[in-house]
């Protein structure tokens, strides 16, 4: 299993508009939005993106396979702009791939998909072309991405990891030995049993001040160290945090995201 990093950066991007820091010279700090790709077989035999941010055009023409660029499916986070607002950019994989894309999460995140971008679901217009995509609501079991059109995909399993993003749930989400866990102010009991035997937790961590609705780096530190991942990455980082000085003060199993960081994990296809 591949796994790519394909923005660490927090809802506004990284620098802000306006406000470009010198240590922003550095590409390890510069970050799109939150979201990450998985590929369960290998470099482009079949992909699954977590959340369509509004950099999506951007990570797939830089971070997907060049040769075989494909879209499998997707898991939604959250319903906000940040985690969604690229949905139109899967319109390409649809010219390519020439069938429905499956998206999964909460069953208000697929309500709210299906109202706010509404124009998916009631064609008004011709011409342009719309996202072809099919919405599942899941719940907090696990379940199995049975809607995906190559079936090799439908033996990957995926355990939501209901998380509180301040008053809304914001689902992580885990296959095989990775978990996804971004925009949380706190990670109830019930998700912390599901972190066991990890490889690799990639982890919100939005700035060194307390927020309303994310963990800062105190609390993401405090996370990581009662998770046993063998390796913790923090994401959704906004402007303050310099990848090099922030590295270094971690500490061990703990390691800030970049946007293009790419590792591999055992493929987590179930046997049965
Ligand atoms: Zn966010
Ligand atoms: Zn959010």
Redesign the pocket.
């Known amino acids: 299993m591949v796994i790519t990093i394909l923005g660490c950066g927090?809802?506004i991007g990284v620098p802000m508009i306006g406000r470009e820091m010198p240590h922003h010279k550095d590409p390890k700090n510069r970050r799109l939005?939150?979201s990450i790709l998985i590929e369960p077989f290998g470099r482009g035999e079949g992909s699954i993106l977590i959340d369509t941010s509004p950099d999506l055009r951007q990570q797939a023409l830089t971070y997907f396979h060049k040769k075989k660029t494909r879209l499998d499916a997707v898991l939604i986070t959250h319903e906000?702009a940040?985690?969604l607002h690229g949905i139109d950019d899967i319109r390409p994989f649809n010219f390519l791939q020439r069938y429905q894309i499956p998206f999964y999460g909460e069953k208000r995140v697929m309500d709210t998909i299906h109202s706010r971008f509404h124009y998916i679901f009631y064609p008004t217009q011709i011409g342009g072309g719309l996202p072809q995509l099919s919405l599942n609501p899941v719940g907090k079991r696990t379940f199995r991405l049975k809607e995906a059109h190559d079936p090799k995909l439908h033996k990957v399993e995926v355990t939501p990891l209901p998380c509180e993003h301040g008053k809304i749930t914001c689902y992580g989400y885990r296959i095989g030995s990775l978990a996804y866990i971004?925009?949380i102010s706190r990670i109830p009991e019930e998700t912390m049993r599901r972190l066991k035997d990890l490889d690799v937790l990639i982890l919100d961590c939005l700035r060194p001040k307390p927020h309303p609705t994310h963990i800062n780096v105190e609390q993401a530190i405090d996370y990581a160290q009662q998770i046993k991942a063998k390796k913790i990455i923090f994401t959704?980082m906004n402007q303050e945090i310099e990848y090099d000085s922030f590295r270094k003060s971690l500490p061990p199993r703990m390691v800030p995201a970049f946007d293009g960081m790419r590792f591999n994990l055992p493929c987590p296809v179930a046997q049965d």
Request: glycine share 0%; aromatic share 0%; net charge negative.
């Open positions: 927090t809802s939005r939150a906000h940040d985690h971004t925009d959704h």
